[in-house]
Structure formats: structure tokens, C-alpha cells
T-cell receptor, first 115, second 110 residues
Framework: EAGVAQSPRYKIIEKRQSVAFWCNPI?????LYWYQQILGQGPKLLIQ????????DSQLPKDRFSAERLKGVDSTLKIQPAKLEDSAVYLC?????????????FGPGTRLTVL | GENVEQHPSTLSVQEGDSAVIKCTYS??????FPWYKQELGKRPQLIID?????GEKKDQRIAVTLNKTAKHFSLHITETQPEDSAVYFC?????????FGKGTMLLVSP
């Protein structure tokens, strides 16, 4: 089966600019996650969707980050305006919906550099 | 919220030796504990996971143990090979939200 797709793979912007990332999860996966992975650290959850509803966005910096999953499939994550500390790899993951936690499958990530 | 501590941050072994990575978690409601391997510049990939109703799970050279009372779990890799070199992350989840440790860089020397 096809894996989680993300684009772009790399993005370089200047601080205060805006940027958007796109994710297409594995077909049939109702749950979609966006993680931020700063160099040398583990992934940190930014937002979790179940179909097109938000389950957890407690760690999303809502003053500058936004995300949507309008039709319950693809998702976009936006940063506006970007700060230097936003430089990181942004990982999208998806999983099946179930009564207990299921394996999360990760995409290749988007490496963002903010200058 | 959940807090996951992972040790050591770096582990160097000789090929053929065993490697052990340990994690502790804070939320007693967590019931799912996956381990991910991330090679340089690549996506994290699940290598093994364990649920709270099981104390140990093995898959060839990899095993994971869970002590719910002490709230810690460990990854054991036997007969290490150079291709095992990567960063390993533990994680804990109560339902579906995963909290990751900071990672262990495993270096296996030939």
C-alpha cells in the first residue's frame, strides 16, 4: 500500500514569512497527526485529527500555527509568521481508528529552515 | 500530561554485543508503548510495540519489557549489527496521543 505522502520535502524561508505543508495519509486511516521534530529531539505532537475533527491541539502555537483537514483526508499545516525557532522537520503520521492505540505510520517529513 | 524520559542519549557497542535502552513514563493511564527506529534523514519506523496487558514481547533479535508498577519499559537488541545503528525513540500513549522520549543514538562498530 502507498505510504503517507508529504510535500514539499524541503523549504527555506525568511523569518516573518508564511509557509504551508501538505499531507496525504494512508487510504482508510481516519486519524492524522502533525509532529514537530527539532534536531536532536523526539517528535512533539502539534495536532491530532480524527476524520475532519480536532482531537488534540494543546501543543499547537495557535498564534502562528494553523491546520485543517476539511474533507477528512488530506491536511495542511500553516505557519504565519515564521520564527527562527520553527526550524525543524514537520512530520505527518496517520493511523487506523480503533478502541485502542494503533501503529502510527510516518511520512518522510518536510525540513523547514527559517533564516 | 505524559512525560517520557529515555536513557542513555548515546550508546556505543561492538558488533555482536547486546544493547539496552530504558524509558520511564509518568502517566499510569498509558497503555501502549511503541519503539521507533529513525535512520539519518529518514522517517521514524515502528520496530516493536507492547501493550499494558503484556510484560514482554520478542521479535527475533529485538525484545521489549514493561514494568507497569515501576512505570518503565526497555528495549533489548541482541547480536547487534552495523545496520542497527540509528536513533531509537520510545513513546507512551494513553489512547492515541503519543509522547516520545528524546531518543538514543545507537552506534554499532564492526
Amino acid at each position: 500500500e502507498a505510504g503517507v505522502a508529504q510535500s514539499p520535502r524541503y523549504k527555506i524561508i525568511e523569518k516573518r514569512q508564511s509557509v504551508a505543508f501538505w499531507c496525504n495519509p494512508i487510504s482508510g486511516h481516519a486519524t492524522l497527526y502533525w509532529y514537530q521534530q527539532i534536531l536532536g529531539q523526539g517528535p512533539k505532537l502539534l495536532i491530532q485529527f480524527q476524520n475532519n475533527g480536532v482531537v488534540d491541539d494543546s501543543q499547537l502555537p495557535k498564534d502562528r500555527f494553523s491546520a485543517e483537514r476539511l474533507k477528512g483526508v488530506d491536511s495542511t499545516l500553516k505557519i504565519q509568521p515564521a520564527k527562527l525557532e520553527d526550524s525543524a522537520v514537520y512530520l505527518c503520521a496517520s493511523s487506523l481508528l480503533g478502541t485502542s492505540p494503533n501503529e502510527q505510520f510516518f511520512g518522510p517529513g518536510t525540513r523547514l529552515t527559517v533564516l | 500530561g505524559e512525560n517520557v524520559e529515555q536513557h542513555p542519549s548515546t550508546l556505543s557497542v561492538q558488533e555482536g554485543d547486546s544493547a539496552v535502552i530504558k524509558c520511564t513514563y509518568s502517566d499510569s493511564a498509558s497503555n501502549y508503548f511503541p519503539w521507533y527506529k529513525q535512520e539519518l534523514g529518514k522517517r521514524p519506523q515502528l520496530i516493536i510495540d507492547i501493550r499494558s496487558n503484556v510484560g514482554e514481547k520478542k521479535d527475533q533479535r529485538i525484545a521489549v519489557t514493561l514494568n507497569k508498577t515501576a512505570k518503565h519499559f526497555s528495549l533489548h537488541i541482541t547480536e547487534t549489527q552495523p545496520e542497527d545503528s540509528a536513533v531509537y525513540f520510545c513513546a507512551a500513549s494513553g489512547y492515541s496521543t503519543l509522547t516520545f522520549g528524546k531518543g538514543t543514538m545507537l552506534l554499532v562498530s564492526p
